[in-house]
């Protein structure tokens, strides 16, 4: 199983930038897509997932409003896009990938995913 992340950047506050996690490997409609980051010093924290199959989505509240998840099956991949940015949401970016569940608050724990992409940093200045 491969997650590739792509389309981190540097942008200004209240930009927008989308990012990328292609999977390949096995089939992932079963599964759950996140997207997580972490900050210099602090821990990797929940952004967004969502449940392939049926595109159910969640959000940290910080980023409610402001980021958008979403999949297309045809080409394997999940998105974050992310708009209004802010100084505090730079941090480097990891997509994974986790079995779905009907006890979604373990969608929150990184814990809970099994695969990772590599990181994809995210710089937004004031």
């Known amino acids: 199983v491969q997650l590739q992340a792509s389309g981190g950047g540097l942008v200004q506050a209240g930009g927008s930038l989308r990012l990328s996690c292609a999977a390949s490997?096995?089939?992932?409609?079963?599964?759950?897509m996140g997207w997580f980051r972490q900050a210099p010093g602090k821990e990797r924290e929940f952004v967004a997932a969502?449940?392939?199959?049926?595109?159910?989505?969640y959000y940290t509240d910080s980023v409610k409003g402001r980021f958008t998840i979403s999949r297309d099956n045809a080409k394997n991949t999940v998105y974050l896009q992310m708009a209004n940015l802010r100084p505090e949401d730079t941090a480097v970016y990891y997509c994974a990938a986790g079995r779905s569940s009907q006890f979604s608050s373990a969608y929150y724990s990184p814990n809970w995913y099994d695969y990772w992409g590599q990181g994809a940093q995210v710089t937004v200045s004031s």
């Open positions: 490997g096995r089939t992932f409609s079963t599964y759950v």
């Open positions: 969502i449940r392939w199959s049926v595109g159910v989505t």
